[in-house]
């Protein structure tokens, strides 16, 4: 449970960070 909650964060972190580069 808290590893998937720690992947999704991490997931989130680079979505933001990759879509933070492109723009």
């Not at 449970?1 to 723009?23: D, K, N, P, Q, R």
């Amino acid at each position: 449970m808290i590893e998937l909650i720690a992947v999704m964060v991490i997931m989130a972190i680079l979505a933001s960070s990759t879509i933070g580069s492109y723009s």
